[in-house]
T-cell receptor, first 113, second 110 residues
Framework: ETGVTQTPRHLVMGMTNKKSLKCEQHLGHNAMYWYKQSAKKPLELMFVYNFKEQTENNSVPSRFSPECPNSSHLFLHLHTLQPEDSALYLCASSQDGVTDTQYFGPGTRLTVL | KQEVTQIPAALSVPEGENLVLNCSFTDSAIYNLQWFRQDPGKGLTSLLL?????REQTSGRLNASLDKSSGRSTLYIAASQPGDSATYLCAVGSWGKLQFGAGTQVVVTP
C-alpha cells in the first residue's frame, strides 16, 4: 500500500450504531487530519494530530471521537450520529504539520439513516 | 476569520483552450496556498503548493501564481484536455490548517 488509505470506503449506519473509520498513511509523515465534505459545502477541518497529539478540534460534536495511536494510524469513532452527518470523510497527512503539502486519502462515504 | 472564494463556480471549455481558475482570500497572513483536484466521489490530489514567500509554481501544463498582498491566486491550465475535467479546489494554509474554497467544477468538452 502506498500513500494514504482509508477503510471502509462506504458505510451505512443507523443513528444508534457505533462504527469507526480508519486511516493509515504510508508516507512517514508526522501530522494527520480528518476533514468532512458535505454536499454543496467547502471541506471542513475537523481534527489535527501532530506526533500523536491532538492539536486542533474545530468545534466538532462529541459524537465524533478521534484516536491516534501512532503517527501512521488515525481513527474516527462514530456514535449516535444524525442524518446531517452524512458526508464524505477525508483523511490527510503531512510531513511537518505546518508548511508542508497535505496528501489525502480516497475518503469514506458515510450515510446515516 | 479567513474566507476563501473561488470564481467561477463552474466552467465549461472546448478541448485545447486554456483554463483560468481564480481563488481569493481575505487574510493575507498565510503560510502557503495549495491547489487540489477532486474527481467525483474521490479524494483530493495535490497539484501545486506555493509557499507564502513564492510568487508562482509550475508543473507541466499547470502554473499557479500567488499575490499575497491582494489575497489572490490563479491556476492556469494550458491546452486543456477532457481528462482535466474535475473540481479544482484551492486551500489557504496557516499553521498546518487548510481553509478551503468551494471549488470550481471544470468540464472540458472534446
Amino acid at each position: 500500500e502506498t500513500g494514504v488509505t482509508q477503510t471502509p470506503r462506504h458505510l451505512v449506519m443507523g443513528m444508534t450504531n457505533k462504527k469507526s473509520l480508519k486511516c493509515e498513511q504510508h508516507l512517514g509523515h508526522n501530522a494527520m487530519y480528518w476533514y468532512k465534505q458535505s454536499a454543496k459545502k467547502p471541506l471542513e477541518l475537523m481534527f489535527v494530530y501532530n506526533f500523536k497529539e491532538q492539536t486542533e478540534n474545530n468545534s466538532v460534536p462529541s459524537r465524533f471521537s478521534p484516536e491516534c495511536p501512532n503517527s501512521s494510524h488515525l481513527f474516527l469513532h462514530l456514535h449516535t450520529l444524525q442524518p446531517e452527518d452524512s458526508a464524505l470523510y477525508l483523511c490527510a497527512s503531512s510531513q511537518d504539520g505546518v508548511t508542508d503539502t497535505q496528501y489525502f486519502g480516497p475518503g469514506t462515504r458515510l450515510t446515516v439513516l | 476569520k479567513q474566507e476563501v472564494t473561488q470564481i467561477p463556480a463552474a466552467l465549461s471549455v472546448p478541448e485545447g483552450e486554456n483554463l483560468v481558475l481564480n481563488c481569493s482570500f481575505t487574510d493575507s497572513a498565510i503560510y502557503n496556498l495549495q491547489w487540489f483536484r477532486q474527481d467525483p466521489g474521490k479524494g483530493l490530489t495535490s497539484l501545486l503548493l506555493i509557499q507564502s514567500s513564492q510568487r508562482e509554481q509550475t508543473s507541466g501544463r499547470l502554473n499557479a501564481s500567488l499575490d499575497k498582498s491582494s489575497g489572490r491566486s490563479t491556476l492556469y491550465i494550458a491546452a486543456s484536455q477532457p481528462g482535466d475535467s474535475a473540481t479544482y479546489l484551492c486551500a489557504v494554509g496557516s499553521w498546518g490548517k487548510l481553509q478551503f474554497g468551494a471549488g470550481t467544477q471544470v468540464v472540458v468538452t472534446p
